[in-house]
């Protein structure tokens, strides 16, 4: 499995079959609504190129479900998009019409696709629906958590599998995310093999390197991480 991290909570997943994008945030629409989260990081326009056989957006927050971003990849009609989201988003990206198929992803929800079984889970945020997804890889056998934004809670670990290769978390502690101690410890309670913070140094001073865990993948910013 290839990964990247697109920044904030944007991460890309290519299979070799599908190329799975979650939670792309690639315009400055949070600084339009408010001028003190300036992105700091520039977008790297050659991801539009990117033609994602699965979208997932976690959450109904800009720099997650971002309309401007999402229409990019939405509005082409040279292929056919799954788009796994919550309720909450899923009732404004349906808006971007397009043909693509729409799927209503709540929590304890599958979808089975190109190799690929994916899992809504409980997160703990101020979009009373927000998810984090699960990954398995089918034919390498290897699991990915993706949390979304969330505080912990210890009812999250009950719905998760016994074992996860990597759990990406964030750990900005704002916004109702977790701080860099509680990812910490919900590093650990998940059972997590591996660890990548993410989901600073976009409207931040923060870095994955605040982040000190053993067994931490510290990413940069499109470029891809070691698995």
Same mark, same amino acid.
């Given at each position: 499995?290839?990964?990247?991290?697109?920044?904030?909570?944007?991460?890309?997943?290519?299979?070799?079959?599908?190329?799975?994008?979650? !939670? @792309?945030?690639?315009?400055?629409?949070?600084?339009?609504?408010? @001028?003190?989260?300036?992105?700091?990081? @520039?977008?790297?326009?050659?991801?539009?190129?990117?033609?994602?056989?699965?979208?997932?957006?976690?959450? #109904?927050?800009?720099?997650?479900? !971002?309309?401007?971003?999402?229409?990019?990849?939405?509005?082409?009609?040279?292929?056919?998009?799954?788009?796994?989201?919550?309720?909450?988003?899923?009732?404004?990206?349906?808006?971007?019409?397009?043909?693509?198929? &729409?799927?209503?992803?709540?929590?304890?929800?599958?979808?089975?696709?190109?190799?690929?079984?994916?899992?809504? $889970?409980?997160?703990?945020?101020?979009? @009373?629906?927000?998810?984090? $997804?699960?990954?398995?890889?089918? #034919?390498?056998?290897?699991? &990915?958590?993706?949390?979304?934004?969330?505080?912990? !809670?210890?009812?999250?670990?009950?719905?998760?599998? =016994?074992?996860?290769?990597?759990?990406?978390?964030?750990?900005?502690? $704002?916004?109702?995310?977790?701080?860099?101690? #509680? =990812?910490a410890r919900f590093f650990h309670a998940s059972g997590a093999k591996k660890v990548m913070p993410y989901h600073v140094g976009m409207f931040d001073t923060l870095s994955p390197e605040d982040f000190q865990e053993k067994n931490r993948v510290i990413a940069n910013i499109y470029e891809e991480i070691e698995v």
């Open positions: 499995m290839k990964i990247t991290w697109l920044g904030q909570a944007g991460l890309l997943f290519d299979n070799g079959k599908a190329r799975v994008m979650i !939670d @792309p945030y690639l315009s400055d629409s949070v600084e339009k609504v408010n @001028p003190m989260n300036r992105r700091c990081v @520039p977008v790297k326009k050659e991801l539009f190129d990117i033609r994602p056989d699965v979208m997932i957006f976690t959450h #109904d927050h800009l720099d997650h479900y !971002d309309p401007e971003t999402a229409s990019r990849f939405l509005s082409r009609k040279d292929k056919n998009i799954t788009v796994l989201c919550p309720t909450s988003v899923w009732q404004k990206a349906r808006t971007h019409g397009g043909g693509h198929n &729409y799927v209503e992803f709540n929590r304890y929800t599958e979808w089975t696709e190109a190799g690929l079984r994916f899992r809504a $889970v409980m997160a703990v945020h101020s979009d @009373p629906f927000a998810i984090g $997804v699960i990954i398995e890889e089918l #034919d390498a056998g290897r699991t &990915y958590y993706i949390t979304g934004d969330t505080l912990y !809670d210890s009812r999250i670990f009950a719905a998760l599998p =016994a074992c996860i290769d990597m759990v990406f978390l964030p750990i900005n502690g $704002v916004g109702n995310n977790m701080n860099v101690v #509680d =990812a």
